[in-house]
């Protein structure tokens, strides 16, 4: 599986995101997929994740209410849209696939190049 992360930028606190990743290979879908995120001298975290039919999406506490995660089948597209977005938000985001809902980095099979989103104060 390939993926392919877009959509980054700058924005100021407050305002608003949305990332895409397009996922290529001809078994993308037996994949959840989500969005992990690295700031600078941090650890990857995770951020989102949704299951192979678009259901039961699985977010980070710190991004829970701002932020939603879903899916296009027929694109093989998942998307992060990124609402209410504060300085905390900035780091690099990879977008991630597994076999199963990977809330740890050990659980993800495949990732993207990454997108570097940042939120001015």
């Known amino acids: 599986v390939q993926l392919q992360a877009s959509g980054g930028g700058l924005v100021q606190a407050g305002g608003s995101l949305r990332l895409s990743c397009a996922a290529s290979?001809?078994?993308?879908?037996?994949?959840?997929l989500g969005w992990f995120r690295q700031a600078p001298d941090e650890a990857r975290e995770f951020v989102a994740f949704?299951?192979?039919?678009?259901?039961?999406?699985l977010y980070a506490d710190s991004v829970e209410g701002r932020f939603t995660i879903s899916r296009d089948n027929a694109q093989n597209t998942v998307y992060l849209q990124m609402n209410n977005l504060t300085p905390e938000d900035t780091a690099i985001y990879y977008c991630?696939?597994?076999?199963?809902?990977?809330?740890?980095?050990?659980?993800?099979?495949?990732w993207g190049q990454g997108t570097q989103v940042t939120v001015s104060s």
């Open positions: 991630a696939a597994s076999s199963v809902i990977a809330a740890a980095v050990r659980g993800v099979d495949y």
């Open positions: 290979g001809r078994t993308v879908s037996r994949y959840a």
């Open positions: 949704i299951t192979r039919s678009g259901s039961s999406p």
